[in-house]
């Protein structure tokens, strides 16, 4: 999965230098419980961090909000609110997350276990799909119908959260688990601001059993 930024990233590289430290609980809005917090630190092997700092080209600010990304679910990736984060000091420019959120009217299609063994898809049994790509990438769908501002009739019936990372800035000791950690805690956290909670089966914690194959996929599901 490619790393994809929109407005919301402009000048990423080009950080404020009175930025401020925050902690892994302090980003994103302040949403990531205990859990999400420490995997955070091991996904950045760091315990400070900084968001994207500035305006998109429309004025807004970066910085990321659960209220407007609800609000911006069903607008283009270049205008939806999205979570970036670094690690404090990177001078790369490039963020150790993304956190993004969107209307979907689907989930991805099930897929079959490879018998090779040799694929880094590892699916969750959460949500209504759930996957991380090794330690570059995280993606999970949930129910949760929105209604899309500019189309009166049109209502999608789930939130596909992503996650992803620039090459090489995730540390060899975090895993694929740590990012689905993450990515779950925000995801409960944007189900409540959506009023979805209760259909999106999200649980507190991730489950220790994660397998080759989604468990709440119905086989024929498409994306």
Sequence with gaps: MALV???????????STDETDLTASQVCASAFDASAAKSLQRIGDTSKFTE?????????????SLENAASTVHKDQTQ???????????????????????ASKYVPKTETSGSGGDSENT?????SYAQTGGTGSALLYFTCPTQDPTKASSTTPYIRASLTSAPGQIPTKA???????VLNS??????KQLDCAS?????????TQASGLPANVPSGTQG
């Design 199 to 207: 259909q999106a089966a999200l649980p507190s914690e991730i489950p």
């Design 175 to 181: 895993t694929g688990r740590d990012l689905m950690t």
């Design 186 to 191: 925000l995801s409960g956290a944007m189900a």
């Design 5 to 15: 930024f929109g407005a919301s990233a402009c000048g990423a590289g080009d950080k």
């Design 52 to 64: 994207l700092p500035g305006s998109d080209d429309s004025g807004q600010s970066n910085k990321f």
């Design 80 to 102: 939806r609110s999205q979570c970036v984060v670094f690690k404090a000091g990177d001078k790369s420019g490039h963020p150790l997350i993304s956190i993004d959120f969107s």
């Design 123 to 127: 699916f969750y049994p959460i949500g």
